[in-house]
C-alpha cells in the first residue's frame, strides 16, 4: 500500500511545484479523516493541490467560494416547498461531498462558519427536522489569506479546535518559481490521473491503525498538551502571562493521530520523538489563545509552542 502513496505524490506533483509540506499535511488529513485549515498568501496552489487531491483520488469534490453575502442554506441546503404538489423536499447542499473546498473561509460571517460545526464534528447534517449522516470519506479542506484586512471574520476558536492541523503555506524557491513561471506561461502542467479509490483509501487508513506509539511517547504528547495549560509546572514562567487558554483534549488525540501518520508516511511502523516534533507546531499552532499582551509583542504561537517542546523532556 505504501506504493499508492508514492503514486498519488508523484501524480500530485504534476500540477503543484514545490510544497511537499502541504502536499505532506494533506495526505496526513486523509489518512486521520482530519480536517485541515490552510493559510497562505495568493497564488501558492492552495486550491489547486485540493482540486489535484480529488482527482488522484477519484473523490466527490464540492468547491464553495466563501463571500460576506453566504447564507448557512447555500452550505448545507435547505427545505424547499413545491406549490404544484403543496409539499416540502430537501436540496441538499455542496456539503453533500467526499472533499469540502471551502475557499477563503475567514470571508464569510460567523452564521455561515457555525454551520460548518456539526458536520465537521459529527459528519452529519441537519435540515429542517431531518439530519442525514454524510458518505465516508467526508473531509474539509479550508484555505483562508492571512493579509486580507477588510471584508474578513475570524474564525472563533470553537471552530478552529475542528481542525485538525493548521498549514502555514510559503513561497516556493526561486527554482521552483521558475518551473512555475514556465509551465504556467506555456500552459504545459500535465493532467492529474487518478491513481487510488476509496476502498484504496479506507485500506491505507485500517493499515494506519498498526502503527506503534510506546507508553511512553503517549505520555510525552500529555505532557507537550499540559505544557499549553500549566506552563508554570514545567520551568515555563516565561510563557505564564504569554498563553491566555492551552489547547482543549482534541488536541491530544490530533497529535496522536497525526503522529502516527507521520510515522506511515516516512516508511516506518512505529512512532519515534520526531515524527511528533515534525507535526506539533501544525496540530497546535492554531489552538493557544494567545494573551493580548504576548499578540502586542509580536509573539507568535508557533514560538511559544517551540519553547515548549525545547523545554518538555523527551523519554
Known amino acids: 500500500m505504501k506504493k499508492k502513496i508514492t503514486q498519488l505524490k508523484n501524480e500530485l506533483q504534476k500540477a503543484v511545484i514545490g510544497q511537499e509540506a502541504m502536499i505532506e499535511g494533506l495526505l496526513i488529513g486523509l489518512l486521520c479523516n482530519g480536517h485541515i485549515l490552510i ?3 495568493p497564488g501558492l496552489a492552495k486550491t489547486t493541490t485540493v482540486n489535484a487531491l480529488s482527482k488522484a483520488l477519484g473523490l466527490d469534490f464540492k468547491r464553495i467560494q466563501f463571500t460576506p453575502d453566504l447564507l ?5 441546503g435547505a427545505q424547499i416547498y413545491d406549490p404544484q404538489t403543496h409539499s416540502f423536499s430537501i436540496k441538499k447542499g455542496p456539503l453533500f461531498t467526499n472533499l469540502l473546498l471551502a475557499d477563503e ?12 460545526l456539526e458536520v465537521m464534528q459529527e459528519r452529519q447534517v441537519t435540515i429542517a427536522d431531518e439530519s442525514f449522516v ?8 479550508a484555505t483562508q489569506n492571512p493579509i486580507e484586512q477588510e471584508g474578513v471574520y475570524a474564525l472563533p476558536e470553537a471552530q478552529l479546535d475542528r481542525f485538525m492541523m493548521k498549514l502555514i503555506v510559503t513561497h516556493n524557491s526561486e527554482e521552483e518559481e521558475l518551473q512555475i513561471m514556465r509551465k504556467g506561461a506555456t500552459k504545459s502542467f500535465a493532467d492529474v490521473m487518478q491513481v487510488m479509490d476509496k476502498k484504496s483509501l479506507f485500506a491505507l487508513q485500517e493499515e494506519l491503525e498498526a502503527i506503534h506509539i510506546d507508553p511512553e511517547l503517549e505520555r510525552y504528547i500529555i505532557q507537550l498538551i499540559s505544557a499549553t495549560r500549566e506552563p508554570a509546572r514545567f520551568k515555563l514562567e516565561t510563557l505564564q502571562a504569554d498563553i491566555m487558554y492551552g489547547v482543549s483534549p482534541r488536541a491530544s488525540i490530533d497529535l496522536y493521530k ?13 512512532v519515534t520523538p520526531a515524527d511528533i516534533g515534525m507535526v506539533v507546531h501544525d496540530v497546535l499552532r492554531h489552538r493557544i489563545v494567545l494573551s493580548y499582551e504576548a499578540r502586542a509583542k509580536g509573539i ?5 509552542i517551540t519553547k515548549i517542546v525545547e523545554t518538555v523532556q523527551i523519554p
Request: aromatic fraction near 6%.
Open 39 to 41: 493559510e497562505g498568501v
Open 105 to 116: 473561509i475567514n470571508r464569510a460571517p460567523s452564521k455561515v462558519q457555525s454551520a460548518l
Open 258 to 270: 497525526a503522529a502516527r501518520a507521520k510515522a506511515y508516511l516516512r516508511g516506518n511502523d512505529f
Open 134 to 141: 454524510l458518505e465516508r470519506p467526508f473531509l474539509v479542506m
Open 72 to 76: 448557512p442554506s447555500d452550505i448545507i
Open 300 to 304: 507568535k504561537s508557533d514560538e511559544v
